[in-house]
Nanobody, 126 residues
């Protein structure tokens, strides 16, 4: 089995930066496919960024150019560097690690079958 745990959330002013971390643990968990999702109050959870085993990255258009997803395979940790944050970036950020290699490494694949963290809250003040 495996689990992931997020950290790094907090309060930040608009235009500022924040870095979220997601550490995976457990002998079965792989960090080949990891992603970040966010959920604003009263809204659905949306995919923000995803990194594949070959390093290919996907970003939601709302964060492209401002956020960067990266990964340290030795530390089994994924990061989300958030720059030039906006109030609409506020929400609870969740990390996901794909559970099975039979699922595709996409936002949809992670939504269907992944290990999920408990979330870390980000509040961007204007």
């Amino acid at each position: 089995q495996g689990q992931v745990a997020e950290s790094g959330g907090g309060l930040v002013q608009a235009g500022g930066s924040l870095r979220l971390s997601c550490t995976a643990s457990g002998y079965k968990i792989s960090t080949d496919c990891m992603g970040w999702f966010r959920q604003a109050p009263g809204k659905a959870r949306d995919g923000v960024a995803r990194i594949r085993g070959d390093g290919e990255r996907y970003y939601d258009p709302s964060v492209e150019g401002r956020f960067t997803i990266s990964r340290d395979t030795v530390k089994k940790t994924a990061y989300l560097q958030m720059n030039d944050v906006k109030p609409e970036d506020s929400g609870t950020y969740y990390c996901a690690a794909l559970r099975t290699s039979s699922e595709t490494c996409t936002i949809g694949g992670l939504e269907r079958d992944a290990y999920w963290g408990q979330g870390t809250q980000v509040i961007v003040s204007s």
